[in-house]
């Protein structure tokens, strides 16, 4: 399940270069599970065919008003009360400005003035036609008049010199979409909670250009922020070094150490209703930090680190928890359960997610994961193994059955 499953979407496309972007945005909205249905401009019609859109969304393209033989058939009021989200892409500063002064003098136009579903639009044009004052009058309309519109990139244009007015990439303009809609969905189930989730491993430094760290990939906090963002949540990724992007519509704070992870998750935990430590914190660092880069002795024997532990956050903050729901990670190689349990207690936690990271296809670095959730009081509850976005939806899930979040 996503925001957009199931979605009534229409998209309108206008004429530009930039039209056949729109059949890549089409092809992830209904990866996501919409349902999408095309209006197009004559314009539109000269750079890609109704037909490509037809046979794409497998369904028939509005483009022109006139054409019905059924007489009780209204084409455009259909497709407008049919709509539950519409989205202009890419939208010229001709369509831009038909839209801003009310006009409907085609079967795209007349859709969206007569559709009262929430409208995103993403321009695309030349540079100069993006800044000229009658374009910026009439976005700054559509916004006043409650309309959703995405600032274009900057780049090479078709005309071949540089400049404002690039439709952003596919995968941009989808998550701005996702965030903009779950901005406008009030009733879903993290709405007004806030998730703050730690992921990836730490980095204890033992000189300046020498660390210890441990095989966390961070994927499964990165996965945890995504679908809690997704269920409405505000999150705050709180990640150690990862190459992973941001999840759009997420916090990002970058530590390093676990000392630095401390601090962080410390500073934020009074306003957190649910934490999720997924990070794997180192539990030692090195008792000293050189101050240069540390040299091989002259007489080439062993070198020996002495290592201190690090605070344990989770104990650390467990005085000082009252309406968080607290979920940890416990990621063993030998009596998992028995483990989990033990910090389970001793972390005053309400739900630890243990990982048995000796089989292959769990834990560390992959895209699936098999977990047991085990809650105080609490039957354990063993997940399938699959992507971890699943298992994170599923520990989510777990702790809004819980209350979380809602604890006084
Ligand atoms: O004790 P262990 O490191 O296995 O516990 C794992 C859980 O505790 C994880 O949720 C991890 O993020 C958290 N942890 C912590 N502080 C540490 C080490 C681990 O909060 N120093």
Request: aromatic share 4%; no cysteine; net charge neutral.
């Amino acid at each position: 399940m996503s925001i957009w499953t199931k979605r009534h979407v229409t998209v309108v496309v206008s004429g530009g270069i930039a039209s056949y972007k729109a059949l890549v945005l089409i092809r992830s909205l209904m990866k996501q599970g919409a349902v999408v249905r095309v209006a197009m401009t004559t314009h539109a019609a000269k750079f890609i065919t109704p037909l490509t859109f037809q046979t794409l969304t497998q369904q028939p393209v509005v483009i022109d008003e006139f054409t019905t033989t059924d007489p009780h058939h209204v084409v455009h009021v259909a497709l407008a009360d049919w709509t539950e989200v519409m989205i202009l892409v890419p939208a010229t500063a001709n369509l831009i400005a038909k839209v801003a002064n009310g006009l409907a003098d085609d079967a795209a136009t007349t859709t969206i003035l007569a559709t009262t579903a929430p409208k995103f639009v993403v321009p695309a044009m030349n540079s100069h036609m993006y800044v000229n004052p009658a374009t910026q009058r009439n976005l700054k309309q559509l916004t006043t008049d409650g309309l959703h519109v995405l600032t274009p990139a900057t780049g090479m244009l078709a005309e071949g010199y540089s400049g404002q007015g690039r439709l952003p990439e596919p995968a941009v303009i989808l998550a701005w979409l996702t965030d903009q809609l779950i901005q406008l969905t009030p009733d879903l189930p993290l709405a007004g909670r806030r998730v703050v989730v730690t992921a990836g491993g730490t980095r204890e430094a033992l000189d300046p250009v020498r660390f210890i760290t441990n095989r966390s990939s961070g994927k499964m906090g990165y996965a945890v922020a995504q679908v809690a963002r997704e269920l409405g949540a505000t999150v705050t990724l709180i990640s150690a070094t990862t190459h992973l992007a941001a999840p759009s519509g997420v916090k990002v704070v970058t530590v390093d150490s676990a000392q630095s992870l401390l601090t962080a998750v410390s500073d934020i935990f009074d306003d957190t209703d649910i934490l999720v430590m997924a990070a794997a914190v180192s539990d030692y660092r090195p008792a000293e930090l050189a101050d240069q880069k540390i040299k091989k002795p002259a007489d080439h024997a062993d070198l020996t680190l002495r290592l201190t532990e690090t605070p344990d956050i989770l104990k650390t903050l467990a005085a000082r928890k009252h309406q968080q729901y607290v979920i940890g990670f416990a990621a063993e190689t030998q009596s998992l359960l028995a483990n989990a349990n033990r910090k389970l207690t001793s972390k005053k936690l309400d739900l630890i997610v243990a990982n048995d990271v000796s089989k292959p296809g769990v834990g560390f670095n992959g895209d699936t994961n098999q977990v047991t959730l085990l809650r105080p009081e609490q039957q354990p509850v063993t997940t399938e193994l699959t992507t971890k976005t699943a298992i994170a939806k599923q520990i989510l899930m777990t702790a809004i059955a819980d209350g979380a979040g809602t604890q006084a």
